[in-house]
């Protein structure tokens, strides 16, 4: 059973720093390209990141360019989103979500249940 | 970037009835949209990808069409489970999701 288990979500001050992390389980973690869409409180699904199998290519929305990083740990089927510089328009719930293998098919196919970031004074 | 709009907004619907819901996109996409459902405090489950293509084990009474700009996702008899928010999205230049149709009770 695929399960997508995020962590490191909570409250931190505008301008803070906070890692959020996943961990994969129940597939080939290294096999498939991986994502982060947020959600804020009430609103719309926004996509955020995502990050090619090895980590050689990666994307992000232009709202999280520069203050936001992707990366990956294969050998611990882990996905991670180091977020810098934080603005209260970031709070939301942050999903982790399984990608596709090879690009230009099934774009999201499994979501973990979200971590919450807030962030406010 | 490529925006995507859903409407209408919000529709009420019966148990039984033809629902649609309509998605257009900024600028050609070709088949490259996927439908989400969404029930509250859950995270989406995908229900459609390449405009048509139904995933695996979403029943058949969803259906999706549509391409270049302009696409639906059709519920052809909605039953009590399917009352919830649905997404299209947008995977050809990075991704952007619409904003979202809410069904809801009539």
């Known amino acids: 059973e695929v399960q997508l288990v995020e962590s490191g979500g909570g409250l931190v001050q505008p301008g803070g720093s906070l890692r959020l992390s996943c961990a994969a389980s129940?597939?080939?973690?290294?096999?498939?390209?991986m994502n982060w869409v947020r959600q804020a409180p009430g609103k719309g699904l926004e996509w955020v990141a995502n990050?090619?199998?090895?980590?050689?290519?990666?994307y992000y929305v232009d709202s999280v360019k520069g203050r936001f990083t992707i990366s990956r740990d294969n050998a611990k089927n882990s996905l991670y989103l180091q977020m810098n510089s934080l603005r209260a328009e970031d709070t939301a719930v942050y999903y982790c979500?399984?990608?596709?293998?090879?690009?230009?098919?099934?774009?999201?196919?499994?979501w973990g249940q979200g971590t919450l970031v807030t962030v406010s004074s | 970037d490529i925006q995507m709009t859903q409407s209408p907004s919000t529709l009420s619907a019966s148990v039984g009835d033809r629902v649609t819901i309509t998605c257009r996109a900024s600028?050609?996409?070709?088949?490259?949209l996927a439908w989400y459902q969404q029930k509250p405090g859950k995270a989406p489950t995908l229900l459609i990808y390449?405009?048509?293509s139904l995933q695996s084990g979403v029943p058949s009474r969803f259906s999706g069409s549509g391409s270049g700009t302009e696409f639906t996702l059709t519920i052809s008899s909605l039953q009590p489970d399917d009352f919830a928010t649905y997404y299209c999205?947008?995977?050809?230049?990075?991704?952007?999701f619409g904003q979202g149709t809410k069904v809801e009770i009539k």
């Open positions: 999205q947008q995977y050809t230049n990075l991704w952007t």
């Open positions: 129940g597939f080939t973690f290294s096999g498939y390209w």
């Open positions: 990050i090619k199998q090895d980590g050689s290519e990666k």
């Open positions: 390449k405009a048509s």
């Open positions: 600028q050609s996409i070709s088949s490259w």
């Open positions: 979500a399984r990608g596709w293998v090879v690009p230009a098919t099934i774009p999201i196919d499994y």
